[in-house]
Structures are given as structure tokens and as C-alpha cells.
């Protein structure tokens, strides 16, 4: 029993390590620049899919490598996206709802495009790190661990470049304030559009982190991209603090829930933890009013 | 330094400022007055690249800015200083100011700039690790300013420096201004009452309704009827 719950709270703790890590993405650019990216699921499951290239067709077979290629074309490729899809539409009236569809075309392009591609069937990553090892009565994989320090590690780092960075301060001074970070001269355009970028680079590296554990499928980001919007707002809506609570919250509540009533059972938990939250706390854990 | 003629502004399909012409000579003081609401930010806003519908002329150094967004003015020397301070309220002091040195003109100047403003207002040093949104009107105002100076402006646009603020740090806020202009810099500031700041301009202008009404010396200011009238009541 006893090592049946710890193995509920690791699982609950690396599943929330790696929500942390996509759902800060998302929070960032809606707190940002107040865009609702309907496509960021998909652009996870490019993560995986652009693993799954490099491992099968290239024969890389190292993490390190994947993770290094893989980073640099989810940078680039979120910073056109923006550029051209969502950057025009700012300039119109309704904007916020006109990006929320053209991201759910975007969405449904990509997913299709993988089917096209690479077909409906599952594909898997190699394990990061095989092995185990004990602690005490209960084991733990290494590839756990791995993925539960990458992910954590990607947010110190975020963090750091938020903090320590030039291009970081003014992602901050945007969100907090667009008018005083349009005095002090910081190119508001650009950005959004790194803020984009960098939320894609989040969940595409997520993408690879579970992808490991979960497969990769076509239709496999929608799952994370209502993961990531239950959790940011449920942590509050542009609060980077209220959504890691509420994804080790989210990570914990799926694994006990699906330890104890089956798999089926997570989402509708999610949604009734949600709803009950919001119907307190309409703001989310630690959002602001209005 | 800056000369502007026939300048229009609107926001969305509202005109605000009709046919503005005004100059501003470098190393000079000039103060614009005017009632609420009659356009002073707005002018101010068209000048630094804050405004979006903007018509006209406005020439800095020989060169026609209209129409240039403040990210390229900010680095051309033109620098807004917002009447609501416009800070970033979860930064600390010192993080404001570093922001204030963001465009690429200011940025060798930054360690400079950041000692030359703490030795202004020595408050801000002291309170350099506090986050802007504890802190009082005074102080925010005082940030604000010290802010604008981080961008190694050669022309500064102040909005309001003393609205809000007890007679003594309006005095303070006089007293700045008058040394960073005496240290070289152009200053143009707009204020609704005359006030304090009125005995450092170089030139007065009013504006009212959107036009200029008035342009001359504080002493031909002070002989005016009409302007009596709406400043002082009398």
C-alpha cells in the first residue's frame, strides 16, 4: 500500500514537472500578449515528431543531439508563426478571437500534416536512460528521474533568462505593462513574437520528455493543450507562479485519480477541480482581478 | 532642436490637436499650459511616437520624425516621461531604471546614467531592491523621472511632473528639472495650473481645445487678461 501511494506521488511529481514546463509556455504568452494558442498541443507533438525523425531517419541516438537540433528549428519555426499568422491579425478589431481560430486551423493543419506524413500508428522514443535503481523498498527508473531534472531545469533556466536577460526584462516589462515598455522604447512586435517562440520551444521539449512514456500520435497534443489551459486557468490566467502549483496539482490529482478510479476518471476530475476553483475563486489560485 | 508645424493628431476618429506650431530650442526650458483635457498629452505623445494618427511636420535636428515609432525616437535621444508614471509595478527600482536604458544608444551609457541618477535622487538608491508597486506617489513620479533619464535622452517631454504632488516635492521635482537642463538637456514639460515650473521656462505656449492660444515670455504670459482669466480666475 505504502509503496503503491509513493509510486502514485513520483508518477504525479514527473507528470507535473513536465505540465509545469508546457503550461508556463502557454501562461507566458497570454500573459504576454493576451493570445490564446489553440495550436500549442500540436506544436508538441512536433516535439516528438521531430525526435522521432532524428533518432529513426538520421540515426543520431542521443538525447543530447536530439535535444539540441530539436530546440533551435521549435525556436525559429514559432517565431514565423507568430510573425505571420497571429502578428497581422493584432492590427484588427477582435483580434483575440480571430487568433484563437486561425491557431485551430494551424492546429488542424499540423495534425493532419502528421498523418500524412508519418501515419496514424504510434510512434515511440527510445528510453532517455535505461535502468532502475532502489531506494528502500521501492524502485525508480532512471528515465524518471532524468525527465523529472530536464524538466525542472528547463524552468530554472526559463527562469533565469526572464531574470538575467535583456531580451527576458522586456518579455516582463511587456506583460506588466505595455505602455511604460513601449516608452522605454522595447520593440512590442518583437516581442510577442519571441515570447511565441520560446512557448514553443517549452512544449515542444515537453513533447519529447513524455513522448518517451506516451507515444507520439497525430491527435496526441490535444490532450496536453486542455491539460495546459485547465492548468493555467486554474493557476490564474499570466501567472507563471499559479501554474506550476496548479500543474504539480494537476500531475498529482491525475496520477491519484487514475490510481484509484482508472484512467477514464482524470480528465473529469480536472474539470470538476477546475470548475470548483473557478466558481471560488474566479481569478485561479494566484491570477488578479480584472 | 525640435520644430514642429501644422501638426494634427487624432485618436481613433477624435481630432484632437488642429494645426499646432511650436519650437523648441536646445538647452531651453519650454512649458506648455493648458486646461484638462484640451490635448497637452496628446502632443506631447505625438512628439515621442506614442500617437498613431498623427499629420504634419515635426522636425528634431534637421530631421522629419513624424510618424516614427518611439522604439526608433527612444534611440534618437526623445524620451516621454508619462504623467501616470506608466511603471513596471512587479520590477524592483533598479530594474525600472536598467529598462529605462533598453534602446541601443543608452546601453554603453548605462552604468553612468545609473550613477548620475542616484546621485539625484539619493531616495532611489536607498530604495533601489524595493518592487516600483510599493512604493509611494512621490517616489513612483520620482522613479518615472529618473526612468527617462536612463535613456540618455537629449530632449525630454514631461507630462505633468507635479500633478499629485505635496508643494515640497514639487519644489524637489522644480528643482531636477532645473539641474539635469542646466547639465544640457532640452526639456519640454506641459502642466495644467501654472505652477512652480513656470519661472524656469525659457517660453510659455497654451494650449486650448486642441489649438495654441498663447506663445510668448512668463512675463508677457503674466500681463495676458485672457490667460489671468482661465489660470487664475481673476
Known amino acids: ?290 | 532642436m525640435i520644430k514642429i508645424s501644422k501638426l494634427d493628431a487624432y485618436y481613433d476618429d477624435f481630432h484632437v490637436l488642429k494645426n499646432v506650431s511650436m519650437e523648441v530650442k536646445k538647452g531651453q526650458i519650454v512649458v506648455m499650459l493648458g486646461p484638462n483635457g484640451h490635448g497637452k498629452s496628446t502632443f506631447l505623445k505625438s512628439i515621442c511616437g506614442l500617437v498613431n494618427k498623427v499629420t504634419g511636420h515635426i522636425e528634431y535636428n534637421g530631421e522629419n520624425i513624424a510618424g516614427l515609432g518611439a522604439e526608433k525616437l527612444v534611440n534618437k535621444g526623445i524620451t516621454y516621461i508619462a504623467e501616470n508614471r506608466e511603471l513596471f509595478p512587479e520590477m524592483t527600482v533598479l530594474e525600472n531604471l536598467k529598462l529605462g536604458a533598453y534602446s541601443k544608444a543608452a546601453r554603453p551609457y548605462e552604468a553612468t546614467n545609473l550613477e548620475k541618477v542616484f546621485s539625484l535622487f539619493p531616495r532611489l538608491k536607498e530604495r533601489k531592491l524595493q518592487l516600483a508597486s510599493t512604493m509611494s506617489g512621490g517616489e513612483a513620479r520620482m522613479l518615472a523621472i529618473a526612468r527617462g533619464l536612463m535613456s540618455n535622452a537629449k530632449f525630454l517631454a514631461i507630462d505633468e511632473p507635479s500633478l499629485g504632488l505635496q508643494p515640497n516635492l514639487r519644489d524637489e521635482v522644480g528643482r531636477i528639472i532645473r539641474e539635469i537642463n542646466s547639465q544640457g538637456m532640452t526639456v519640454l514639460v506641459v502642466e495644467q495650473n501654472i505652477p512652480q515650473i513656470t519661472e524656469l521656462a525659457d517660453k510659455l505656449y497654451v494650449l486650448e481645445e486642441g489649438r495654441i492660444s498663447f506663445e510668448g515670455t512668463k512675463d508677457e504670459a503674466l500681463g495676458n487678461d485672457h490667460l489671468k482669466e482661465i489660470f487664475l480666475g481673476m
Open chain 1, 1 to 290: 500500500m505504502l509503496i503503491e501511494i509513493m509510486d502514485v506521488i513520483i508518477s504525479g511529481l514527473i507528470n507535473g514537472s513536465v505540465y509545469a514546463l508546457m503550461a508556463v509556455g502557454l501562461t507566458l504568452i497570454y500573459g504576454v500578449s493576451k493570445a490564446f494558442n489553440f495550436a500549442y498541443g500540436s506544436f508538441y507533438s512536433m516535439g516528438g515528431y521531430i525526435a522521432f525523425l532524428l533518432f529513426g531517419v538520421a540515426y543520431f541516438k542521443n538525447y543530447l543531439v536530439v535535444f539540441c537540433l530539436a530546440a533551435p528549428v521549435l525556436l525559429v519555426f514559432g517565431f514565423f508563426i507568430e510573425k505571420l499568422l497571429v502578428a497581422p491579425l493584432r492590427k484588427r478589431d477582435d483580434w483575440e478571437i480571430k487568433v484563437m481560430m486561425i491557431t485551430l486551423g494551424l492546429a488542424l493543419f499540423l495534425d493532419n500534416s502528421y498523418q500524412v506524413v508519418f501515419g496514424a500508428r504510434m510512434k515511440s522514443l527510445p528510453s532517455i536512460l535505461e535502468g532502475a535503481f532502489e531506494v528502500g523498498d521501492f524502485i525508480l527508473s532512471y528515465q524518471d528521474v532524468v525527465i523529472f531534472v530536464l524538466s525542472i531545469g528547463g524552468i530554472l533556466l526559463f527562469r533565469w533568462f526572464l531574470n538575467n536577460t535583456r531580451t527576458g526584462m522586456s518579455v516582463r516589462a511587456v506583460a506588466q505593462n505595455p505602455a511604460g515598455a513601449q516608452i522605454v522604447g522595447i520593440p512590442k512586435e518583437f516581442v510577442f513574437a519571441a515570447t511565441f517562440a520560446i512557448s514553443t520551444v517549452m512544449v515542444g521539449m515537453g513533447g519529447i520528455l513524455l513522448a518517451q512514456k506516451y507515444f507520439v500520435t497525430p491527435g496526441g497534443g490535444w490532450n496536453i493543450l486542455i491539460k495546459a489551459w485547465v492548468i493555467t486557468a486554474f493557476g490564474g490566467m499570466g501567472s507563471i507562479k499559479g501554474g506550476l502549483y496548479a500543474a504539480f496539482i494537476v500531475g498529482m490529482l491525475e496520477a491519484f485519480v487514475g490510481w484509484q478510479f482508472g484512467m477514464n476518471w482524470t480528465l473529469i476530475a480536472l474539470f470538476a477541480v477546475l470548475l470548483t476553483t473557478l466558481a471560488i475563486r474566479p481569478q485561479g489560485l494566484m491570477g488578479k482581478w480584472g
